[in-house]
C-alpha cells in the first residue's frame, strides 16, 4: 500500500488498540457479545498488520489471505454479513498487496523501448528516462481492481455513517433517562451500567476500524 509513514503507524495504534479492547471484552464481556468481540478483535489486530509501515516479509500477504479468507467464509457460515465483508475486504487488500509487485510490464516495455530507436540520442534517454519513469508509474498506477474497490468504499462509507449516527443518539439517550430519572433508574439494564458502556465503546471501536478500512482502500 501507498501513502506516508505516519499513516500506517495511526492505523497501527488504532488496529492495536481496538483489538486489545475487543480481545478484553471477548474474555469478560456479555456471552451474547463474546463472539462478536473476538470478530473485531481478529480484524482489528490483523488491520494493525497489514498497516505496518515497514518492509513485511515476503510471504506475509499470502499469510493474511489464507487467514481472512478463512475468517470470511466462516463469518459468512454464520451470516454475519458485514465481518464476511471485513475479512473478505482484507483477504483481497492482502491479494492487492502482491499482484502490483508482478505488474511492472508496461514500466519494462517503455524503458525497452528506447533501445529499438534508429538513433543513439533517443535510445540514450530511452535509458536515462526508463528507471525514472518506472519509479514514478509505480506509485501511480492503482492496486487491485477499480471497480471492487470502488464497491468496497461505498460500502464502508455507508456503515462508518450509519453507525456513527446510530451511537450518537443512544449515548445521549441513555444519558438524558438517567438525568431524568427515567426507566434507566428504574428499570436497569441487565447487566449494569458497565455492560451499557462496554457496548457502547464496542461499537465505536467497529465505527473507528471502518474509517481504518476506507483508509487503507484508499491507500492501494
Same mark, same amino acid.
Given at each position: 500500500?501507498?501513502?506516508?509513514?505516519?499513516?500506517? %503507524?495511526?492505523?497501527? @495504534? =488504532?488496529?492495536?488498540?481496538? #483489538?486489545?479492547?475487543?480481545?478484553?471484552?471477548? /474474555?469478560?464481556?456479555?456471552?451474547?457479545? /463474546?463472539?462478536?468481540? !473476538?470478530?473485531?478483535?481478529?480484524?482489528? @489486530?490483523?488491520?494493525?498488520?497489514?498497516?505496518?509501515?515497514?518492509?513485511?516479509?515476503?510471504?506475509?500477504? %499470502? =499469510?493474511?489471505?489464507?487467514?481472512? #479468507?478463512?475468517?470470511?467464509? %466462516?463469518?459468512?457460515? /454464520? !451470516?454475519? =454479513? *458485514? *465481518? &464476511?465483508?471485513?475479512?473478505? &475486504?482484507?483477504?483481497?487488500?492482502?491479494?492487492?498487496?502482491?499482484?502490483?509487485?508482478?505488474?511492472?510490464?508496461?514500466? +519494462?516495455?517503455? +524503458?525497452?523501448? +528506447?533501445?529499438?530507436?534508429?538513433?543513439?540520442?533517443?535510445?540514450?534517454?530511452?535509458?536515462? #528516462?526508463?528507471?525514472?519513469?518506472?519509479?514514478?508509474?509505480?506509485?501511480?498506477?492503482?492496486?487491485?481492481?477499480? $471497480?471492487?474497490?470502488?464497491?468496497? $468504499?461505498?460500502?464502508?462509507?455507508?456503515?462508518?455513517?450509519?453507525?456513527?449516527? /446510530?451511537?450518537?443518539?443512544? &449515548?445521549?439517550?441513555?444519558?438524558?433517562?438517567?438525568?431524568?430519572?427515567?426507566?434507566?433508574?428504574?428499570?436497569?439494564?441487565?447487566? +449494569?451500567?458497565?455492560?451499557?458502556? #462496554?457496548?457502547?465503546?464496542? !461499537?465505536?471501536? !467497529?465505527?473507528?476500524?471502518?474509517?481504518?478500512? =476506507?483508509?487503507?482502500?484508499?491507500?492501494?
Amino acid at each position: 500500500m501507498h501513502g506516508p509513514a505516519w499513516v500506517g %503507524w495511526l492505523l497501527v @495504534l =488504532l488496529g492495536a488498540a481496538a #483489538g486489545v479492547y475487543c480481545l478484553a471484552r471477548a /474474555r469478560t464481556g456479555p456471552v451474547a457479545q /463474546r463472539g462478536e468481540a !473476538r470478530g473485531e478483535a481478529l480484524m482489528a @489486530l490483523g488491520m494493525a498488520a497489514m498497516a505496518w509501515p515497514l518492509a513485511p516479509p515476503s510471504w506475509s500477504p %499470502w =499469510l493474511f489471505t489464507a487467514v481472512f #479468507g478463512t475468517a470470511g467464509l %466462516w463469518a459468512l457460515a /454464520r !451470516r454475519h =454479513l *458485514h *465481518h &464476511a465483508v471485513g475479512a473478505l &475486504a482484507m483477504a483481497y487488500m492482502a491479494v492487492a498487496m502482491v499482484v502490483p509487485s508482478q505488474q511492472p510490464g508496461h514500466t +519494462g516495455q517503455m +524503458g525497452q523501448m +528506447g533501445h529499438l530507436g534508429t538513433m543513439e540520442p533517443m535510445a540514450q534517454m530511452g535509458q536515462a #528516462g526508463g528507471a525514472s519513469g518506472a519509479a514514478a508509474m509505480a506509485h501511480t498506477v492503482p492496486g487491485g481492481v477499480p $471497480l471492487l474497490t470502488g464497491l468496497l $468504499l461505498v460500502y464502508f462509507t455507508g456503515y462508518v455513517l450509519a453507525a456513527g449516527v /446510530r451511537l450518537v443518539p443512544a &449515548a445521549g439517550a441513555v444519558s438524558g433517562e438517567a438525568v431524568a430519572g427515567g426507566p434507566v433508574a428504574d428499570e436497569p439494564v441487565a447487566g +449494569g451500567p458497565t455492560a451499557v458502556a #462496554g457496548s457502547g465503546v464496542l !461499537r465505536a471501536c !467497529r465505527v473507528a476500524m471502518g474509517i481504518g478500512m =476506507l483508509a487503507m482502500l484508499l491507500a492501494l
